[in-house]
């Protein structure tokens, strides 16, 4: 492999706290990041992730075995904080002795960074404002997560409401002198990562640009419908009910993004009646957010399944391995850092 002096230079801090040989992060995507894309990333000389989703502790025992079948690399385990065995997968995570646990979509459960942090692993946490980054890096009683990672709107999936290079601009000056920041959202290229690098960032992580790599075992369809779409394409879900909030998700149109405005009305009315109460009526619908997305992804049903893409889909035209998409963006981010 070629080296990239200006971009590992920039990167060594999250090479470091990764163990990996560039500090790129691929997202983990349910149904996507499993055994052979995790391992075809970390392989490649990036850190892949398995994303855990809704799985049961049995099935994620298995995907950590399997993926350490494919790879001696380091590879990390992105739980969901409101999974209702977030504990016991923890302690999957312990068995195999894993080095790194991304703990993604809300505020991590009283208990949860402490025992990630017993048994070794470190902690990479999300946060979708300034002063919740510095409430969850602080490391009193070490309870602190280990490295942060901000993920702008442009991104696929779930998404907050602020743009990639606003919190960038935000959060990189405060924080990137003491703690270890990886930007995500957005990213489609190496000239973007060296620009993030230059901030302050110690690594970036991507998830729409590996989503369709050849290892992928995303249906073709699936992949077929990114590399048709434009940016413009990946568009948010609306929110119907303003007492049933949903976290917005980004993907690509399809009739799938009308039926999850039914979905809501269905959800509300449930609410309503008193049939149901607000937590449960929220993890309906992430429910129906992880079926949709598994008709997408394994069952190749493009049409009514959620296509969930970020906005650099536009950017993507062909099938690539992982080993030339990492090295692509190596290149264009070392290539940017020298012209300067
Ligand atoms: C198809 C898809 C599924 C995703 N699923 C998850 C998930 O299960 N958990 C998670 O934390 N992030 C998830 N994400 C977000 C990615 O991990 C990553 O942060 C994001 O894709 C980065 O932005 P980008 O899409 O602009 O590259 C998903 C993204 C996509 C495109």
Not at 158 to 167: D, E, M
């Amino acid at each position: 492999m070629t080296s990239f002096p200006k971009t590992t230079m920039l990167m060594q801090r999250g090479i470091d706290f990764l163990g990996s040989e560039y500090a790129i992060l691929c997202g983990a995507m349910s149904w996507v990041s499993e055994r052979n894309l995790v391992s075809a990333i970390s392989n490649a000389g990036g850190f892949g992730v398995i994303a855990c989703g809704a799985m049961t502790p049995d099935l994620l025992d298995t995907e950590i075995a399997e993926t350490r079948k494919l790879t001696d690399k380091p590879f990390g385990v992105n739980l969901i904080t409101m999974h209702p065995q977030l504990f016991d997968l923890i302690d999957v995570c312990s068995k195999h002795g894993v080095s790194h646990v991304v703990l993604a979509g809300g505020i991590p459960p009283k208990g949860s960074v402490e025992a990630i942090k017993d048994f070794g692993a470190k902690v990479i946490v999300f946060a979708p404002t300034l002063a919740l980054a510095k409430k969850l890096l602080r490391q009193d009683r070490g309870a602190g997560g280990d490295a942060l990672v901000i993920e702008g709107m442009e991104a696929g999936g779930h998404i907050g409401p602020v743009s990639t290079s606003v919190l960038a601009q935000e959060f990189l000056p405060e924080l990137s002198e003491d703690h270890l920041v990886f930007v995500a959202g957005g990213i489609g290229r190496g000239q973007a990562i060296a620009g993030y690098l230059e901030m302050g960032a110690v690594g970036v992580q991507l998830g729409t640009r590996f989503a369709c790599a050849t290892e992928s075992i995303a249906h073709e369809n699936f992949k077929k419908a990114f590399f048709r779409a434009n940016a413009r394409d990946a568009i948010t879900s609306v929110q119907v009910d303003p007492r049933l909030p949903v976290i917005p998700v980004r993907a690509l149109k399809n009739k799938g993004t009308e039926e999850f405005t039914a979905k809501q009305i269905e959800v509300a009315k449930r609410l309503d009646s008193g049939e149901i109460e607000m937590g449960e009526a929220q993890l309906q619908i992430e429910h129906y957010w992880a079926g949709a997305l598994r008709r997408a992804v394994i069952d190749g049903d493009v049409e009514n399944g959620s296509i969930m893409a970020g906005q650099s889909v536009g950017m993507l035209k062909e099938e690539e391995s992982v080993a030339d998409i990492m090295q692509k963006l190596m290149t264009q981010s070392e290539e940017a850092l020298t012209r300067r």
